[in-house]
Each structure stands twice: as structure tokens, then as C-alpha cells.
């Protein structure tokens, strides 16, 4: 009888056929004892159903009959997963032999951990960290997301400097770790985000509720990145600078909120203004157009698909009390290393 939890290794796929077939062989190669490896399909118009189902036949495979995005599509998958923990992994990573054990052992301790993620590196790139998640993920008091290994654009080679464990604002959505118990608490991802800072919203909810979100040195991963949207797309300026209102608006007291999202609307002004100086009027255009529809939900009616929690009980280690667009732009402070951790809760 296997007494290890039961892990289900959840890749969504939308027409990803080649990194289905670059990475996924690795995929099956994880030594974990207890462990299901599940396809969810986004209704994909290419072959990678076909082939999964025709050359790696232990594969499960959940096929949604439209494409609902990073977020829909999870949710939908996860409703039909049994496990004790899902891992969700982008179809673009490469991993070895025995990263998932360290994780599970480190998510054991603790009752209190919700969720986790591995060391993120750069595929294309081994020796440095990758943009999405890099050794854990950090906020600051305006709700810019950062990580250890990257702030803003500059990532840092990984030189053995974040090696150890520890708690996190939040894990990345390219190999995230959740016990299926928080993941069911929380309600999963929240679909007004579509895709990008979904993850960060639902770590941010788990803390909001008490638990806690690590980082696991002992197991590193590689990500390719911009599988499905490139860094240099305008819908994805437009996601990140939309959700980045919305994470404030739902998961930070009301008063608060409002006076941090009245300064954010005027930050987010000189991004505009910077693309317009760099010839990216379509990436201007895409923060104005953020803009314009996170106003519209603030006025919309009807009730949100997650309540927001009273923060009374809220962990908010990771979160950073200072201003990173003062110390990066101003101070010139380009590491994690550089920030003064004593300005960390």
C-alpha cells in the first residue's frame, strides 16, 4: 500500500503539440511513487490530443470543449482530478528525474503551507533565473509582483545565492504546487483574470486566510516562457496592467485598496508615456484600454466570484513595505540582494 500522497502533475495544452513533445517525455520520467500525469485540453485545433493519446497512453486526458484560458481551463480540469496535491505545470518546462519529492516533503511539515513552487530557470539559459517565478515571488506596498533572481526586466544568474527554503508572497503558475483541500477553499483561479497574475491572486487569498506559500530550493525546474503569449504582446501589457488593479481591488482592505489603486493609476500613466516614447503605441494603448475596463468593473454589479476576506488573520509575509519602482528606477537597486530586508514583513 503507498502511504505517499497522491500527486496529479496537471498540464493544460492549447495547441502546444512541439512542447508536448519536447518536454513531456521528461514529465513521465518523475520518480514520485504516487503520482497521475493529467492532460487538460483547451479544445487545441492542432494534433497534441492525438499523439498524447497515441504515444504516451498512461497519460489522462480531460478535453474542455472550449478555450477558457489559463484560468477557466484549470478549473474545469481540476473538478475532475482526485489527488491529495496538484501540480500545475506549463506544457514549455523541462524538469528532472526528482524534482517533485523535495517540495511534497517540505509541503508535509507543515499543515499551514497551502502551496509552493520550484527554482525557476531559464531554459534558453541555465545558468540564469527565468522572468516567471525565478527562487520565489515577492510584492511590494503598491502591488508590483517581483521575485528573488528578478525585479522588473533585470534577471540574475543563479550563483547559489538563493539556495535556501523558505516562505514567499507567491508561487509561480508554471509549476505550482497546491494541496487540493486549499485549492477547493479558495475556489480555484478567478476567470476575470484570464491569464497572468491569476497565481499571485490565489496566494494572496491563501495568506489573506492564514496559510502559508514557500519556495523550494531543492527542486529546480526550466522554463522556456511566452509559450502562448510572448513578453512583447500588447493583450499581454493589457492582462498584466488590468489584473495588477484587480489583485488590489480584491485582495487589500477597502480603504487601502482605494488610496494604493488611486496612486497606481498614475504610476501606471508613466508607463504609458515611456512606451509613446519608445514607439510602442500598442502597448500605450493596451494600458489605457486596461484602464478603462478595470473602471468598468468596479462599477459593475453582481457579486464577486471570490469575497473578499477581512484581512484579519492575513499572513503577509513577503510583502514589501517600500516603494520597488523608487529603489530599481531611482536607487538604482537591480537585485533582491540590494533591497533592505529588513523593509520585508
Request: charged share 25%.
Amino acid at each position: 500500500m503507498n502511504t505517499q500522497p497522491k500527486v496529479a502533475i496537471v498540464i493544460l495544452n492549447w495547441n502546444g503539440l512541439k512542447f508536448l513533445q519536447q518536454f513531456l517525455p521528461g514529465v513521465l520520467q518523475s520518480t514520485y511513487p504516487n503520482l497521475e500525469v493529467v492532460l487538460g485540453d483547451n479544445a487545441s485545433t492542432d494534433e497534441s490530443v492525438t499523439y498524447v493519446k497515441s504515444v504516451f497512453p498512461s497519460v489522462t486526458i480531460i478535453q474542455n470543449d472550449n478555450n477558457y484560458g489559463f484560468t477557466g481551463g484549470y478549473n474545469r480540469v481540476l473538478e475532475k482530478v482526485d489527488a491529495d496535491y496538484f501540480i500545475l505545470l506549463n506544457s514549455d518546462i523541462q524538469v528532472k528525474p526528482g524534482w517533485i519529492e523535495p517540495v511534497i516533503a517540505l509541503m508535509e511539515s507543515d499543515n499551514l503551507i497551502a502551496a509552493a513552487a520550484p527554482k525557476i530557470k531559464a531554459f534558453a539559459q541555465p545558468t540564469h533565473f527565468e522572468h516567471a517565478g525565478a527562487a520565489g515571488g515577492f510584492i511590494d506596498k503598491f502591488g508590483y509582483p517581483f521575485c528573488r533572481g528578478r525585479i522588473f526586466f533585470e534577471v540574475e544568474e543563479d550563483k547559489g545565492q538563493y539556495n535556501q527554503s523558505g516562505e514567499v508572497f507567491w508561487a509561480s503558475g508554471a509549476a505550482l504546487f497546491i494541496k487540493k483541500k486549499y485549492w477547493e477553499l479558495s475556489g480555484g483561479f478567478d476567470e476575470q483574470f484570464f491569464a497572468h497574475m491569476e497565481e499571485i491572486d490565489l496566494c494572496w487569498r491563501l495568506k489573506n486566510m492564514g496559510y502559508k506559500v514557500m519556495y523550494c530550493a531543492e527542486s529546480e525546474v526550466y522554463h522556456v516562457g511566452g509559450g502562448t503569449l510572448d513578453k512583447e504582446n500588447p493583450f499581454k501589457t493589457y492582462l498584466n496592467f488590468r489584473n495588477n488593479l484587480l489583485l488590489l481591488k480584491k485582495n487589500m482592505p477597502a480603504a487601502k485598496a482605494a488610496a494604493i489603486i488611486s496612486l497606481r493609476l498614475w504610476m501606471d500613466l508613466l508607463a504609458l508615456f515611456r512606451f509613446v516614447a519608445e514607439g510602442k503605441r500598442k502597448d500605450a494603448w493596451a494600458i489605457s484600454r486596461a484602464h478603462q475596463n478595470f473602471v468598468r468593473k468596479l462599477f459593475a454589479s453582481g457579486k464577486t466570484q471570490h469575497p473578499k476576506s477581512n484581512n484579519k488573520q492575513a499572513n503577509l509575509k513577503g510583502m514589501y513595505k517600500s516603494s520597488l519602482v523608487k529603489d530599481f528606477f531611482i536607487k538604482k537597486k537591480k537585485h533582491f540582494t540590494d533591497l533592505d530586508q529588513d523593509l520585508f514583513y
